[in-house]
């Protein structure tokens, strides 16, 4: 990305954000930009005025101009700063809009992609931290651009090698920032990936549950340790630039000093001892001062070239952006030779999976941990990539629709279900697209996931906030979450249901209700239940026993009991 992308960005975003604070600010910019050039017309003119002075006001006219400029200059540069750096907190908003705009639309199957990760983390970092602040750089470069071409034309005037001595010391400062820039770009190569872990392990330390698990294990400081090291890390790799960027910078320094001390000789050499030799000594000060200030702008802009790209690179991720909907209805799901092996794994976690399920029926998967169970869910519901094989609904792949018009036929309550601490009211909400949802709709959702009574008991009810760390939040236990989150997806009515362990935190007299609840309205959807309790397998129309990511067995309940294979094995004890 180069530096014009860089502002032309900028000021779009600028314009669109302030069109007015834009305008001002520019002709304010354009003003100042103008006072190099007048000061060195009214220098010569002061020292022209003093040779054959006699009196105060003979020299009158240049000082106060001289005066006035001084006096304006200030004040506007501090107006222009203001609202600079208004712009600036506008820019940062509108980047941090699209980015959280862009993370809304990637599917799981690209958030859980290592490279992915790195680049979002990158991208999110520039969007926070740097992109914004680009804006008041690239005013101050075009500021200091018309200043250098204004002394330029000054100065030529008087000396033209010494006003294109004057222009060549910009090149030094042009090469250092690119070389710089490549410098940042490949650190951040590297510590992507870093940030994106810290912020990881930072979550865990200041998010309720996990932190409280971790405190009962005095594994705290664990956690601060594993999040300090990566944190070192990072800044490890970072003063491994600060050297090489410190050499391009005196370099730049060093010959952009010598080109300008060369065009001070060329202009002393070159014009007659006089008035226009001290307005033009006075050029190239004021060229300095210009050239200095275009220079490090100039190196912020080239520098922030990199930052720009990596927020550029994780818009790039974005995927077509459509309203989220919940399917009315599906009729049957298939599943033909669903196969999958892990990265770094030699032996498949599923293998050849097939499966049809037509609306009314309830299946359920069993297995041991680690049979391949999880791998065969998020395969169907389209959060993993399955190698081959192919999962339709109603005669239609995952290839034939958006990945939101496919997701919208499933309601999905996973093991790691989501605890949102929210009011709630808004948790369930989270399950639908809809925004005409009553009072009455989220009550019955409550009521089928035995939640109610709960709700209820809530000094604010279904505006009661969730969550002791908030103000005027209450806790909930694993079990009360759970029932919050199957609320969710009693609410959200896809007709596709995938319920991973849906009553594990939950009582067992909590446990009957629900599942109760679950054949009594299963006629309208298609519903898939991994368990590992025998009593709640006793209703599925059919079970799938996996094992080692293959399906060794499928029947119902008291069909696998009685051949004594697999099935009998796992629930003998529970079934007795």
């Known amino acids: 990305m180069g530096i014009f992308a860089v502002g032309v960005w900028s000021i779009r975003q600028a314009w669109a954000a302030a069109p007015r604070r834009v305008a001002i600010t520019v002709v304010l910019a354009l003003l100042v930009a103008a006072v190099p050039s007048l000061q060195v017309v009214l220098m010569a003119q002061f020292v022209g005025a003093l040779t054959g002075a006699d009196s105060f006001g003979d020299v009158a006219a240049p000082f106060a101009g001289m005066v006035a400029l001084i006096a304006f200059t200030g004040p506007v540069e501090a107006i222009v700063g203001t609202l600079q750096w208004r712009l600036v907190d506008l820019i940062g908003l509108h980047a941090k809009q699209e980015v959280a705009a862009t993370l809304a639309t990637l599917p799981p199957t690209v958030l859980a992609d290592p490279e992915a990760s790195a680049q979002i983390e990158a991208g999110n970092k520039a969007a926070e931290d740097e992109i914004s602040f680009l804006y008041p750089h690239i005013l101050s470069l075009l500021q200091q651009t018309l200043s250098v071409i204004g002394v330029f034309v000054t100065l030529a005037a008087m000396s033209l090698p010494a006003a294109l001595l004057v222009l060549v010391s910009l090149a030094p400062m042009v090469l250092a920032s690119q070389r710089i820039a490549r410098i940042d770009s490949k650190m951040w190569d590297d510590v992507g990936k870093l940030y994106w872990r810290s912020r990881y392990l930072h979550q865990h330390l200041v998010t309720t549950t996990p932190s409280i698990e971790l405190t009962s294990l005095g594994a705290s400081g664990q956690i601060s340790a594993k999040v300090a090291d990566t944190i070192q890390r990072i800044t490890d790799r970072k003063a491994q630039t600060y050297l090489p960027i410190l050499a391009w910078r005196l370099l730049a320094g060093v010959s952009t000093s010598l080109l300008l001390g060369a065009a001070l000789a060329a202009l002393i050499v070159g014009v007659h001892y006089g008035p226009a030799a001290a307005g033009g000594v006075y050029g190239v000060m004021a060229a300095m001062g210009a050239v200095g200030g275009l220079g490090a702008n100039l190196g912020y802009v080239v520098e922030g070239s990199a930052p720009f790209e990596r927020y ?100 999905t309550l996973t093991q790691e279900f989501g605890r949102y601490e929210l009011t709630v009211r808004e948790s369930l909400l989270l399950g639908t697209p809809r925004t005409d949802v009553t009072d009455a709709e989220l009550w019955a959702a409550l009521e089928a996931a035995n939640a109610a009574g709960m709700v209820r008991g809530f000094e604010k009810g279904l505006d009661q906030q969730l ?47 629900i599942f109760r609840e679950l054949q009594r309205s299963k006629a309208g959807r298609i519903t898939i239940v991994v368990s590992h309790r ?43």
């Not at 397998?537 to 080692?548: N, T």
């Not at 004594?564 to 094995?569: L, N, P, T, V, W």
């Open 312 to 411: 550029q690179i994780l818009l790039g991720l974005r995927r077509e952006t459509r309203e989220p909907v919940v399917a009315d209805t599906a009729d049957s799901l298939v599943v033909t030779g669903l196969t999958h092996t892990y990265e770094g794994k030699e032996e498949p976690a599923l293998r050849g999976l097939d499966l049809r399920i037509d609306r009314g029926s309830i299946v359920a998967f069993v297995g041991v941990n680690g049979a391949g169970k999880t791998t065969a869910i998020n395969a169907i519901v389209g959060t993993l990539d399955a190698q081959e094989g192919t999962v339709a609904i109603d005669g239609r792949s995952r290839a034939d629709m958006s990945f939101q018009e496919w997701v919208g036929h499933f309601g």
């Open 467 to 513: 969550g002791s760390q908030w103000d005027g939040g209450v806790g909930l236990s694993g079990g009360q979450w759970q029932r919050i989150s199957l609320a969710r997806i009693h609410l959200r009515s896809a007709p596709i249901w995938i319920l991973d362990e849906p009553t594990s935190a939950i009582d067992a007299e909590a446990e009957q209700e």
């Open 534 to 576: 025998a009593w709640t397998l006793r209703g599925m129309d059919e079970i799938l026993v996996v094992d080692a990511g293959r399906v060794l067995e499928r029947g119902r309940y008291d069909e696998l009991l009685a051949r004594g294979g697999r099935f009998a094995e796992i629930f003998a004890e529970q079934a007795a």
